[in-house]
């Protein structure tokens, strides 16, 4: 796909996502930016795309609740005519250790991880079915290396989401042919989190083919490809340094 003039709904603008945005920004791409609480980064990232000849337009949106979608992708076909496609990367990543788990835990970060991939996927998928063109649109979800392969101790909830993460990343795309791709990236050890111990950073690295922290320009790239390709649909992924092998 052509990026330059198309238009892509972006959730999560933080931390990766401002690396993602930046490369579609530079790109010609035009952004739909939606955010929960982070105003500040999403309009510090509107001005960055703005400044390399983007237009950018932020949101305010609860992806947990369906209303909020809704008029997510209302207020951005209002705003740009169009959408060519989306780009989903917000998540929460709760500890919840077995034994405590609620019903409350439960429904949260499904609703935040799962129920916005699958209700954004179909809302978007259904406005770009409109689109001209052999190829109508881009969706592009998040899952993790290690859901299938390795799921983290003590996070049970956020594997179950991200699992359905991938199961909805099929499914759509399987819906949505031949006139629109679905996949998904499946990151690794991407950034060294701030308060990882020196000792707890061996042990990642231990278990890292790579031996590295991969970089967001590492998603970015990643990003691009699944855009570029037209005969790439249905996949997760992984961009992990070798976690998934080891």
Same mark, same amino acid.
């Given at each position: 796909?052509?990026?330059?003039?198309?238009?892509?709904?972006?959730?999560?603008a933080?931390?990766?996502?401002?690396?993602v945005?930046k490369a579609?920004?530079?790109?010609?791409?035009?952004?739909?930016?939606?955010?929960?609480?982070?105003?500040?980064?999403a309009?510090e990232?509107?001005k960055?795309?703005e400044?390399?000849?983007?237009?950018?337009?932020?949101f305010?949106?609860?992806?947990?609740k369906s209303?909020?979608?809704g008029?997510?992708?209302d207020?951005?076909l209002?705003?740009?005519?169009?959408?060519?496609?989306l780009i989903?990367?917000?998540?929460?990543?709760?500890k919840?250790?077995?034994?405590?788990?609620?019903?409350?835990d439960f429904?949260?970060?499904m609703?935040?991880?799962?129920?916005?991939?699958l209700?954004?996927?179909?809302?978007?998928?259904?406005?770009?079915?409109?689109?001209?063109?052999?190829?109508?649109?881009k969706?592009?979800?998040?899952?993790?290396w290690?859901?299938?392969r390795?799921? +983290?101790p003590? +996070?049970?909830? +956020?594997n179950?989401?991200?699992?359905a993460?991938?199961?909805?990343?099929?499914s759509?795309?399987r819906?949505?042919?031949?006139?629109?791709?679905?996949?998904a990236?499946a990151?690794?050890?991407?950034?060294?989190?701030?308060?990882?111990s020196?000792?707890?950073?061996?042990?990642v690295m231990?278990?890292?083919?790579?031996?590295?922290?991969?970089?967001?320009?590492?998603?970015?790239?990643?990003?691009?490809y699944?855009?570029?390709?037209?005969?790439?649909t249905?996949?997760?992924?992984?961009v992990?340094?070798?976690?998934?092998?080891?």
């Amino acid at each position: 796909m052509e990026l330059k003039g198309k238009v892509f709904i972006l959730t999560g603008a933080k931390r990766v996502g401002q690396d993602v945005a930046k490369a579609l920004g530079e790109r010609g791409a035009n952004l739909a930016i939606s955010y929960n609480s982070s105003i500040e980064d999403a309009q510090e990232l509107k001005k960055e795309c703005e400044s390399v000849g983007s237009r950018a337009e932020i949101f305010k949106a609860d992806l947990s609740k369906s209303e909020d979608i809704g008029r997510l992708v209302d207020e951005t076909l209002k705003k740009f005519g169009a959408v060519d496609g989306l780009i989903h990367m917000a998540a929460n990543y709760p500890k919840t250790p077995i034994g405590g788990i609620t019903l409350e835990d439960f429904d949260k970060t499904m609703h935040i991880i799962a129920a916005s991939t699958l209700l954004l996927g179909q809302k978007i998928g259904k406005e770009m079915q409109e689109n001209e063109g052999d190829v109508k649109g881009k969706i592009i979800f998040f899952s993790d290396w290690s859901v299938l392969r390795s799921p +983290y101790p003590n +996070y049970i909830v +956020y594997n179950g989401a991200k699992s359905a993460v991938e199961s909805f990343t099929k499914s759509l795309a399987r819906q949505f042919a031949p006139s629109i791709t679905v996949n998904a990236i499946a990151p690794g050890p991407i950034l060294r989190p701030p308060d990882l111990s020196d000792d707890d950073n061996e042990e990642v690295m231990k278990k890292t083919p790579l031996q590295k922290w991969g970089g967001g320009d590492e998603i970015e790239k990643a990003v691009l490809y699944l855009l570029d390709a037209d005969f790439v649909t249905g996949v997760v992924l992984p961009v992990d340094g070798g976690r998934s092998i080891a």
